[in-house]
């Protein structure tokens, strides 16, 4: 039986180039891509080998359906 999970993606801009693409909600599952597409897919692939490793060792898989996210802007000096 298939299932569908939400996860939130954060894409962070590198100074050399390209984009870092982690999932807070599965600790070690990182990636990189020259763009935000190749990021977002690479990220996409490795979501369902990380999925797909917690099936098969009879682990639960989390999911982002119950996390509300906000962004908090604070001013301070540098």
Do not use: W
Not at 29 to 58: K, N, P, Q, W
Not at 60 to 67: A, F, K, L, T
């Amino acid at each position: 039986m298939e299932k569908n999970y939400n996860f939130r993606i954060m894409l962070r801009k590198e100074p050399e180039g390209g984009y870092t693409a982690y999932v807070p909600s599965l600790p070690g599952c990182v990636t990189f891509g020259d763009t935000i597409d190749e990021a977002t897919e690479m990220v996409r692939e490795a979501v369902e080998l990380y999925i797909e490793s917690l099936i098969e060792h009879g682990e639960p898989v989390p999911s982002d359906d119950e996390i509300l996210e906000y962004n908090l802007q604070i001013k301070a000096q540098a």
